[in-house]
């Protein structure tokens, strides 16, 4: 069975930081991409990052390019997601997502997804 289970998630002021944790399990690891994506209230889903299965490629949206760092641990089938500076518009619900790979203008539909984490930028 495919898991995949997001933490990490919390309150934060603005300017601070969180590392959201996505824990998989059921497949290969090296074989698919992962996804971060987001929902704020009231709004669509919304592409955030992806990594592919070597940990070679690595995508973000413009939104949150040069504060948001994606990474992987393959020895423990892990990507992470470190975000700084944080702001109040990266406020929502995010979820990881299993792709059989992602690129720079797809970051994959997400065939299995998680649970979600909620993240509240707020002072």
């Known amino acids: 069975e495919v898991y995949l289970v997001e933490s990490g998630g919390g309150l934060v002021q603005p300017g601070g930081s969180l590392t959201l944790s996505c824990a998989t399990s059921?497949?290969?690891?090296?074989?698919?991409?992962v996804g971060w994506f987001r929902r704020a209230p009231g709004k669509e889903r919304e592409e955030v990052s992806c990594i592919t299965g070597s940990g070679d490629e690595r995508y973000y949206s413009n939104a949150v390019k040069d504060r948001f760092t994606i990474s992987s641990n393959n020895a423990v089938n892990t990507v992470y997601l470190r975000m700084n500076s944080l702001k109040p518009e990266d406020t929502g619900t995010y979820y990881c997502a299993r792709n059989l790979y992602c690129s720079s203008t797809y970051y994959g539909e997400g065939d299995y997804w998680g649970q979600g984490t909620q993240v509240i930028v707020s002072s």
């Open positions: 059921g497949f290969r690891f090296e074989d698919y991409a």
